[in-house]
């Protein structure tokens, strides 16, 4: 059984950083694709950054880039959201999820495993 736990999140003022962490269990997760997903209050749920567990590849949704970095640690089976120059509109719920091949997907319906979520309030 896959598990995915989400923490890291908490308030911040704009500008500021926070860094996420999604520690995984259950699988050997060397052929996964991470992603990290977010829902703001009254919208949908948006990818905001994706890495292939084996070639360490990333992606990332427009809005972040430059901000934003995902990364993950082998030997801890962890990924990492690294949060830089926050602004009010990331805030959100803030969810990590493992798709079981490994190629990356910014639609959350390809992903087959999802963590909790963690809420990330950025304070103008």
């Known amino acids: 059984q896959v598990q995915l736990v989400e923490s890291g999140g908490g308030l911040v003022q704009a500008g500021g950083s926070l860094r996420l962490s999604c520690a995984a269990s259950?699988?050997?997760?060397?052929?996964?694709?991470m992603g990290w997903f977010r829902q703001a209050p009254g919208k949908e749920r948006e990818f905001v950054a994706a890495?292939?567990?084996?070639?360490?590849?990333?992606y990332y949704t427009d809005s972040v880039k430059g901000r934003f970095t995902i990364s993950r640690d082998n030997a801890k089976n962890t990924v990492y959201l690294q949060m830089n120059s926050l602004k009010p509109e990331d805030t959100a719920v803030y969810y990590c999820?493992?798709?079981?091949?490994?190629?990356?997907?910014?639609?959350?319906?390809?992903?087959?495993?999802w963590g909790q979520g963690t809420q990330v309030t950025v304070s103008s």
């Open positions: 259950g699988r050997t997760f060397s052929s996964y694709a």
């Open positions: 999820a493992a798709r079981t091949i490994p190629v990356v997907a910014f639609s959350e319906g390809l992903y087959n495993y």
């Open positions: 890495i292939n567990w084996s070639s360490g590849s990333t």
